[in-house]
């Protein structure tokens, strides 16, 4: 399995102090190396895509705004949450590239598994900014994966936040199977992902939200997983995208749920035994959202650990 890591990817984060900071990456590092799992996965170099490879799935015109306000670092990307700052581009580019080199070596036969810590970013839309989220580094993939002939696609997304940037993107596209646990919308940002949100059109059927109660333990995820497991086996894959958001985990200063680590290390293991069934064994694992340090890194190692193991 590959790990990305590396400077290039500390820089998308908007600013020390701020929720998504740069320190996320360093905070999981330190926890990686604590644990000697440095030397047991293989390394993956940060680097960044190409204007053409984000067109896959953003539009030229938000491409270009971006690049533009990357300039000034001036205004928000989005009506207040998504500051611009110099040099966003460049680190948004980096995230996407990152993802999508994973795929490059998966493709190549290098690996089976990869974790892009700073990546997930799942509220972006094909023409804007949302809740941290410039470039969606997972739409991007979708996009590119049909480029490679890989259409069947599961993306399941175990962060507090509903995957919205990704779900409306895909929500009429039979081939892209959605399964999301989340915080119900009522409660937490932004918004959406309620039950009855099932897709449309072709689509119908091929997405499962799962809004959970506030303060939604280990025992409730475990109560409600079973169900992504049997969709996602129904959908049959060629390939699992995994958006594993730490924020889901108690202590979390934004959201309200109350996960432990063991969740992210459950749903990773079970999703590499389904890509081993499924999928010859193909799964990019994200790191997603996520604001308590010490959560993210033992919520993403516990990723990492599975992904060896499994
Ligand atoms: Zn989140």
Known sequence: MLTYYGEA???YGFGRGHPFGPDRLEAFWREMTRQGLDRKTGLGTPVACTEQELALFHTGEYIARVQHQSKTGEGYLDYGDTPAFPGVYEAGAVVVGSVLNGLKKIIAGACQRVFVPIAGLHHARRDSASGFCVFNDIGVLIEALRKHGIARV???????????GVFYSFEDDPDLIFADIHEDGRYLYPGTGAATETGTGKALGTKLNLPMEP?????????VWPRVEEFVRAGKPEFIILQAGADSIAGDP??????????????TTRLCALADEFCQGRIIATGGGGYNRANLARAWTGVVEAMLAA
């Open 154 to 164: 599961a993306y399941v997304d175990i962060d507090a936040h509903h995957g919205d």
């Open 9 to 11: 990817l500390a820089s």
């Open 254 to 267: 934004i959201t309200h749920m109350q996960f432990t680590p063991a969740v992210h290390a459950h749903a």
């Open 215 to 223: 303060g939604a333990d280990d025992a409730a995820f475990h109560r």
